[in-house]
Nanobody
Framework: QVQLVESGGGLVQPGGSLRLSCAAS????????MAWYRQAPGKQRELVAS???????NYADSVKGRFTISRDNAKRTANLQMNSLKLEDTAVYYC??????WGGGDSWGQGTQVTVSS
């Protein structure tokens, strides 16, 4: 199990930027694919962006060109840089560590609120 702690959420105006960080508690972070999900009120949780342990990234169409996911295996962190934020980006954002390729399971952070409002 990987313990994950998110930080960096908050209130921002449309067009603004935020950077979310996810810190992992264990060195097996290097053997985990990382992702950011979000859940808006009344909606299902959805994948925002993912990055493999080798650095291959994937993005939801709704955030392509605006969000960037990155990771630092030495620091055991995964980050989500969010630019040009829109009202519809408002949600609770969750960090996920997926170790299924190594015979493990999923771990989740507690979530961090991102609110885009004028």
């Amino acid at each position: 199990q990987v313990q994950l702690v998110e930080s960096g959420g908050g209130l921002v105006q449309p067009g603004g930027s935020l950077r979310l960080s996810c810190a992992a508690s264990t060195s097996i972070f290097s053997f985990a694919d990382m992702a950011w999900y979000r859940q808006a009120p009344g909606k299902q949780r959805e994948l925002v962006a993912s990055i493999t342990n080798g650095g291959t990234t994937n993005y939801a169409d709704s955030v392509k060109g605006r969000f960037t996911i990155s990771r630092d295996n030495a620091k055991r962190t995964a980050n989500l840089q969010m630019n040009s934020l829109k009202l519809e980006d408002t949600a609770v954002y969750y960090c996920n560590a997926n170790r299924r390729r190594w015979g493990g399971g999923d771990s989740w952070g507690q979530g961090t609120q991102v609110t885009v409002s004028s």
